[in-house]
């Protein structure tokens, strides 16, 4: 045994504090062997979150937060000085003109339904450059019909697949691009697919060749999961709006609920007029007394991505120690904070996703089960015991039950929750006969 596993008098070494929570002496013993190939990676990480903390403390001190800024809001909300200060916040740290961040906004889908729907009219189409979008989107842009979609209102929908290689296919989305598309989506994120995720670098050199293309086309990073896992943000390199939920990085796992668009002003503001009314605009919205989670949320959003990203790392290095196709792989460098494992088999999802909900602080003995959800269109499971329902910041797994059986992890407010969640994962996969240590 390590010197740090001996015993403090009057408390438990390590290996007993993880029997007592159900983890067997195997598997920490296996962790331990993943983690000490994994200093250099994990300093990475840590040389990420130092910067982006400053980042937020210089954007929060150029804006003189100050406490009343916390203060509730009720009623139309008008004048409140700590939902705008917050905006501002939000526009300094991303870099951009301008930024909407509410609890109105009530989900990521709804944040990205709002900035298309408020900058595309009846005739103008829409380009997806990075193959098919996520999911939830079908139903927005109309792929799969659906009441209040794009395609209900005129607008029309392209896409332009990624090579076989997950590279960008610069002559298909040259031939897509016409003189009616109005706004490239551009998803950066592999979201539900085993697509590597886009690099703040690889988006810039496709939104400058769109630009090329097309110079006044709108382009628009779906930026859910890619906050604060590097340095710069796609608003950097020319992305005219970002969006993305309070309920992932942003949000720190403090905030309950919202989402933020960030950007030009003249794009944010028609985003305003979209989500309240023409003529209104972003003068109305009551925080309803909110904004502490907020501000402090994003205080802390740094830190918390740097542990779900070593969760990420260290779940990577564990399954592919097993021989599971892992994406992204352990010591690759990371663009959001999801780690798919192609775990082949619908009892290896189940058992899985049963580890994180059997290591999570609320609703620990509950028992994730295969079900149809909303939006999506094959089977789902999930396993989340949130705070925050829904939350995907926190410790969470899911993936729909299709070839090649991909459970997609992500979030973990600290990294030794983090740590726990995958050791019960492979807790019960060894019980469940589905791998050997
Ligand atoms: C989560 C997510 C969304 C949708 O957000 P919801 O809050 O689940 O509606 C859209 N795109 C990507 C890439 C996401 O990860």
Same mark, same amino acid.
């Given at each position: 045994?390590?010197?740090f596993?001996?015993?403090?008098?009057?408390?438990?070494?390590?290996?007993?504090?993880?029997?007592?929570?159900?983890?067997?002496?195997?598997?920490?013993?296996?962790?331990?062997?993943?983690?000490?190939?994994?200093?250099?990676?994990?300093?990475?990480?840590?040389?990420?979150?130092?910067?982006?903390?400053?980042?937020?403390?210089?954007?929060?001190?150029?804006?003189?937060?100050?406490? &009343? %800024?916390?203060?509730?809001?009720?009623?139309?909300? =008008?004048?409140?000085? #700590?939902? $705008?200060? !917050?905006?501002q /916040?939000? @526009?300094?740290?991303?870099?951009?003109?301008?930024?909407l961040?509410?609890?109105?906004?009530?989900?990521? &889908? %709804?944040?990205?339904?709002?900035?298309?729907?408020? =900058?595309?009219?009846? #005739?103008? $189409?829409? !380009?997806?450059? /990075?193959? @098919?979008?996520?999911?939830?989107?079908?139903?927005?842009i109309?792929?799969?019909?659906?009441?209040?979609?794009?395609?209900?209102?005129?607008?029309?929908?392209?896409?332009?697949d990624?090579?076989p290689?997950?590279?960008?296919?610069?002559?298909?989305?040259?031939?897509?691009?016409?003189?009616?598309?109005?706004l490239?989506?551009?998803?950066?994120?592999?979201?539900?697919?085993?697509?590597?995720?886009?690099?703040?670098?690889?988006?810039?050199?496709?939104?400058?060749?769109?630009k090329?293309?097309?110079?006044?086309?709108?382009?628009?990073?779906?930026?859910?999961?890619g906050?604060?896992?590097?340095?710069?943000?796609?608003?950097?390199?020319?992305?005219?709006?970002?969006?993305?939920?309070?309920?992932?990085?942003?949000?720190?796992?403090?905030?309950?609920?919202?989402?933020?668009?960030?950007?030009?002003?003249?794009?944010?503001?028609?985003?305003?007029?979209?989500?309240?009314?023409?003529g209104?605009?972003?003068?109305?919205?009551?925080?309803?007394?909110l904004?502490?989670?907020?501000?402090?949320?994003?205080?802390?959003?740094?830190?918390?991505?740097?542990?779900?990203?070593?969760?990420?790392?260290?779940?990577?290095?564990?399954?592919?120690?097993?021989?599971?196709?892992?994406?992204?792989?352990?010591?690759?460098e990371?663009?959001?904070?999801?780690?798919?494992?192609?775990?082949?088999?619908?009892?290896?999802?189940?058992?899985?996703?049963?580890?994180?909900?059997?290591?999570?602080?609320?609703?620990?003995?509950?028992?994730?089960?295969?079900?149809?959800?909303?939006?999506?269109?094959?089977?789902?499971?999930?396993?989340?015991?949130?705070?925050?329902?829904?939350?995907?910041?926190?410790?969470?797994?899911?993936?729909?039950?299709?070839?090649?059986?991909?459970?997609?992890?992500?979030?973990?407010?600290?990294?030794?929750?983090?740590?726990?969640?995958?050791?019960?994962?492979l807790?019960?996969?060894?019980?469940?006969?589905?791998?050997?240590?």
């Open positions: 045994m390590n010197d596993n001996k015993t403090i008098p009057g408390g438990p070494d390590r290996y007993e504090a993880y029997r007592r929570l159900g983890i067997s002496d195997k598997v920490l013993s296996f962790a331990d062997t993943v983690l000490q190939g994994l200093d250099k990676e994990f300093a990475r990480v840590d040389a990420v979150a130092e910067v982006n903390q400053a980042r937020v403390i210089a954007a929060m001190q150029k804006n003189r937060v100050n406490v &009343t %800024h916390f203060n509730p809001s009720t009623g139309y909300g =008008n004048d409140d000085e #700590g939902r $705008e200060t !917050l905006e /916040v939000y @526009a300094d740290c991303f870099h951009a003109e301008s930024a961040v509410r609890p109105q906004i009530t989900c990521g &889908t %709804h944040a990205l339904y709002l900035a298309l729907s408020a =900058n595309l009219l009846p #005739g103008d $189409e829409l !380009l997806s450059p /990075v193959g @098919a979008p996520y999911d939830t989107l079908e139903e927005v109309g792929i799969r019909p659906s009441v209040g979609s794009l395609a209900e209102y005129g607008v029309t929908y392209r896409q332009a990624l090579l290689d997950g590279s960008f296919d610069y002559d298909a989305i040259r031939a897509a691009i016409n003189e009616k598309t109005k490239i989506t551009i998803q950066r994120s592999k979201g539900y697919a085993t697509r590597p995720s886009f690099s703040v670098a690889q988006l810039g050199q496709l939104i400058a060749f769109c090329q293309c097309k110079p006044d086309v709108i382009c628009m990073v779906d930026n859910c999961y906050e604060f896992t590097e340095t710069a943000d796609p608003t950097d390199v020319g992305a005219d709006m970002i969006v993305g939920s309070l309920i992932k990085n942003p949000g720190g796992g403090l905030a309950t609920t919202g989402g933020y668009i960030c950007g030009r002003k003249d794009l944010i503001d028609r985003c305003a007029c979209r989500l309240s009314a023409p209104v605009g972003r003068e109305v919205g009551a925080n309803m007394g904004l502490q989670s907020f501000y402090q949320g994003f205080f802390l959003a740094p830190t918390v991505v740097q542990s779900a990203i070593k969760g990420a790392i260290f779940a990577a290095g564990c399954y592919e120690k097993l021989g599971f196709r892992v994406v992204p792989g352990s010591r690759e990371r663009h959001d904070i999801i780690q798919a494992i192609e775990l082949g088999s619908r009892e290896a999802m189940i058992a899985f996703c049963r580890g994180i909900q059997a290591a999570a602080p609320v609703d620990s003995y509950a028992t994730p089960v295969p079900s149809p959800m909303a939006g999506y269109e094959s089977e789902v499971i999930m396993a989340a015991g949130a705070f925050n329902q829904g939350s995907s910041i926190e410790l969470s797994a899911d993936g729909p039950i299709r070839a090649p059986y991909a459970v997609y992890f992500q979030g973990g407010l600290t990294w030794y929750h983090a740590k726990l969640g995958v050791m019960m994962s807790q019960k996969m060894l019980e469940a006969g589905l791998i050997q240590l």
